[in-house]
């Protein structure tokens, strides 16, 4: 017998570990290594947040809180979602937690039986698949591939329903692709789910605030025939660059955010005090930055697009919002690198990409979705220029 639950053995270990763990021996051993793989802002946290957390502590706000937040955070979020996404809720139909991930894995752990089936659009952020396991469920991953943008094709949607459904997961913008649903998509997307009434739906909207040229966030809560069906995830770790703070929230029936409440009281209690504190700021505070943070984003995908285009053999798409791009590396398969190790996939890419370049990025098989790769320019223009040019000599090299 095991001392390991079942539950847990049913879990991989993370597939972007690998890549990391080899970046960190590398830069041990004195090799020069750009990291592409990071998954949050370079970005230091606004000042008048800072501020707010320390008037907490001063100010002794450093007790427990009410489980699932305090009323002035819920507050906030209730005004957030009135003034950013006309929205309606009421504060008991709210949960703060410690980050957009606990909220997720909470919200599966209050729903999943045995067996129950989550519907994961592929290319997935790589904790949903482990999460839905872990509660017990089974992920069911429908893949979404170039040709459509990355995004759920509403045709195919009908076939991966069953009477075992019990929810979608909907992320726009979107980690891995950058994909963003516009309102027409997820109109499309709701026709189809309005006919299945046992369906719920978990919209990830964590990068709601990194969007380019005008993009226009539209998120399927709006949608009024759907709204008692949808749990809107959100957070502070990506557009308030707080990912250390471990804030993330939702909104959606009280029956779900009353359950979740019950997990948290037997498990983490309140997220921080003074987390939440800082977030009422971050969230009613001034929000001048986002714009400029989206303008450094945007320069950023701007320039490595098209250096990614520039190389033979890559295929990168143009997405509208996050800070991720996801290029196709199927044009190199079957070469050689200099060391004559052939690359039959993704993962070959790479690694020999590291080994050879120092160049970290992520393999888009982690994220289910085979012959392709994860850019994060979540760095310094002068890392991405470095970096691009390096990826570019060693995809020349391949012969
Ligand atoms: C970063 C991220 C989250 C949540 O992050 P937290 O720091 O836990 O709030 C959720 N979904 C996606 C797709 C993310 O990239």
Not at 184 to 210: C, G, M, N, T
Not at 226 to 247: F, P, Q
Request: charge should be neutral.
């Amino acid at each position: 017998m095991s001392i390991i639950s079942d539950s847990l053995r049913k879990i991989k270990p993370s597939p972007t570990i690998a890549v990391t763990q080899k970046a960190r021996e590398l830069k041990a051993a004195g090799k020069d290594v750009i990291g592409l793989g990071a998954g949050e802002p370079d970005f230091d946290t606004p000042d008048n947040i800072k501020q707010a957390a320390i008037k907490a502590i001063n100010d002794g706000d450093t007790k427990y809180t009410a489980v699932d937040g305090t009323p002035a955070l819920k507050k906030a979020i209730v005004e957030k979602f009135k003034k950013e996404n006309n929205l309606e809720y009421t504060t008991d139909q709210i949960t703060v937690g410690a980050g957009g991930k606990h909220v997720i894995y909470n919200a599966m752990m209050a729903t999943l039986n045995d067996g129950d089936e989550v519907i994961i659009p592929a290319p997935y952020w790589v904790s949903y698949p482990d999460i839905v396991l872990l509660a017990g469920g089974k992920p069911v991953v429908m893949e979404c591939d170039e040709k459509q943008g990355f995004k759920i094709n509403p045709l195919d949607l009908e076939k991966f329903i069953t009477p075992k459904t019990k929810w979608i997961i909907l992320n726009s913008p979107s980690n891995p692709t950058g994909a963003c649903y516009t309102e027409k998509d997820i109109r499309e997307i709701a026709k189809v789910l309005e006919k299945h009434s046992h369906v719920y739906i978990l919209s990830d909207d964590i990068y709601e605030h990194v969007t380019y040229e005008g993009f226009k966030f539209f998120t399927i809560a709006q949608i009024e025939s759907l709204k008692e069906r949808v749990l809107t995830m959100n957070g502070v770790s990506k557009a308030y660059s707080m990912t250390g703070w471990r804030i993330g929230y939702a909104a959606g029936p009280k029956e779900i955010i009353k359950a979740i409440a019950k997990i948290q009281s037997q498990s983490t209690t309140n997220p921080s005090s003074i987390s939440q504190a800082a977030s009422v700021e971050a969230l009613s505070g001034t929000q001048d930055f986002i714009k400029t943070r989206a303008d450094s984003f945007q320069e950023r995908r701007d320039f490595v697009v098209k250096a990614l285009n520039d190389i033979d053999g890559i295929d990168c798409l143009n997405p509208d919002g996050a800070f991720y791009v996801f290029p196709s590396c199927k044009g190199l398969m079957g070469k050689k690198d200099t060391n004559g190790k052939k690359i039959k996939s993704d993962t070959d890419f790479v690694q020999s990409l590291l080994e050879n370049s120092g160049i970290a990025v992520v393999q888009g098989s982690a994220f289910g979705l085979e012959g392709f790769f994860r850019i994060s320019y979540a760095t310094s223009m002068d890392n991405l220029k470095k970096a691009l040019e390096k990826i570019s000599s060693f995809c020349k090299s391949l012969s």
